[in-house]
Every structure is written in structure tokens, then in C-alpha cells.
T-cell receptor, first 116, second 109 residues
Framework: GAVVSQHPSWVICKSGTSVKIECRSLDFQATTMFWYRQFPKQSLMLMATSNEGSKATYEQGVEKDKFLINHASLTLSTLTVTSAHPEDSSFYIC????????????FGPGTRLTVT | KNEVEQSPQNLTAQEGEFITINCSYS?????LHWLQQHPGGGIVSLFMLSSGKKKHGRLIATINIQEKHSSLHITASHPRDSAVYICAVRTYNTDKLIFGTGTRLQVFP
């Protein structure tokens, strides 16, 4: 089946620093990738949708200057949390959708970010 | 009211029991997903449905488009099935998924 990886799986950083999270589709080309965040015991919240080669579309309330998304190739999207604060601590999950089958989404294992 | 509702929110079962988790939605959809999230956090896509029924091992998913309802069944449940099960729908003309709040399942030996 289709596999999506994320790196790192967990990261601890200090307040004010930036953290980059990678999302890769390993065995298919992902024309669309999605970034979600999840707080404890809550469901996933869509942050942004990115299409290869174009700017990401951010959901209402998500600061695009704080959460920088780059979808530079059909197999890689990155989320950079800039000037991280403790309230950015969360579980970040990406998913990827192959262009030929837009109904399908494959999820990455997630990245747990802790900002101290 | 949420556009995607799941029931029950929490479910405990003894090993071997037959389990049903329900999902109702109020929007027009092109597809419905059932996802599994283990305590470590990673999400596994179990099924994607647009009609009818699908089976994979001990898992069965059904959907009734007219009634806007889907069920996930687990036969002969096992402690390793303990996880949060999430229903998500893809609405017409959009890439986005709308998620239910999840059903937390615990299966005891």
C-alpha cells in the first residue's frame, strides 16, 4: 500500500527557535498534501493544503507566516514552525493524496513537537 | 451540531466480542474514510468507501448513502484492536476531510 513518512517522529525545541518537519510519499506521487495538528484527546484539525509547485492554502485562523509550508516536489512537503512557542506544542500529521485518485488520502505517522 | 458524528465516544469490550462503531454525517460526500489511531499517535487508513461494503480481515465497513450513515464492525475483537477509530468524510468538490471526534475502543483480554 501507499506509504507516507514523516521526519522527525518527535522533536523538542526551545522557545523562539524554528523547527522543520518533513512529509514524504515513498511509493507514489502526491499532487496534494495536507497538514493537520492534533491536541490531546481531540480530533485532527486541518491547517493547510498544499499542491506541488504552488502556494499552500491555509485554513482560517492558521498563521501562514508562522507555519511555513513548502511542497517543492511530488514526494516532499515540509512544515516549518517559526519562532516556536509552548502553545505550538502539538502532534502534527501530514497526509498525501495521489493525483489520479483524489478521494484517497494516506497519513503519515505524525510528529510530536514539544516547545520548552 | 458537528457535520460528522460518531457513536459511541468510548467503548470497552472483552476479547472475542463483536464491535460496531457508527458514523453519521449531514453533508453530501464523495467518500468516507475509516481511520485507526493507536496510542502512539500514528494514523492508519482502514477503509475508503463511497458505496456498499468492504471487508479486510476481521474488519468490515458499510455505508448507506441515502441514510448518510456508515458502520465499522470488528469481529472477534482482540486487545491489539484497542485504539481510537475515526470517521472522516470528503465532501463534493473539495480535497478536505471532515473528521468525527473518534471512538476510543479498549478491548480487554
Amino acid at each position: 500500500g501507499a506509504v507516507v513518512s514523516q521526519h522527525p517522529s518527535w522533536v523538542i525545541c526551545k522557545s523562539g527557535t524554528s523547527v522543520k518537519i518533513e512529509c514524504r510519499s515513498l511509493d507514489f506521487q502526491a499532487t496534494t498534501m495536507f497538514w493537520y495538528r492534533q491536541f490531546p484527546k481531540q480530533s485532527l484539525m486541518l491547517m493547510a493544503t498544499s499542491n506541488e509547485g504552488s502556494k499552500a492554502t491555509y485554513e482560517q485562523g492558521v498563521e501562514k507566516d508562522k507555519f511555513l509550508i513548502n511542497h517543492a516536489s511530488l514526494t516532499l512537503s515540509t512544515l516549518t514552525v517559526t519562532s516556536a512557542h509552548p502553545e505550538d506544542s502539538s502532534f502534527y500529521i501530514c497526509s498525501a493524496s495521489p493525483g489520479a485518485y483524489p478521494d484517497e488520502q494516506y497519513f503519515g505517522p505524525g510528529t510530536r513537537l514539544t516547545v520548552t | 451540531k458537528n457535520e460528522v458524528e460518531q457513536s459511541p465516544q468510548n467503548l470497552t469490550a472483552q476479547e472475542g466480542e463483536f464491535i460496531t462503531i457508527n458514523c453519521s454525517y449531514s453533508v453530501g460526500i464523495s467518500a468516507l474514510h475509516w481511520l485507526q489511531q493507536h496510542p502512539g499517535g500514528g494514523i492508519v487508513s482502514l477503509f475508503m468507501l463511497s458505496s456498499g461494503k468492504k471487508k479486510h480481515g476481521r474488519l468490515i465497513a458499510t455505508i448507506n448513502i441515502q441514510e448518510k450513515h456508515s458502520s465499522l464492525h470488528i469481529t472477534a475483537s482482540h486487545p491489539r484492536d484497542s485504539a481510537v477509530y475515526i470517521c472522516a468524510v470528503r465532501t463534493y468538490n473539495t480535497d478536505k476531510l471532515i473528521f468525527g471526534t473518534g471512538t476510543r475502543l479498549q478491548v480487554f483480554p
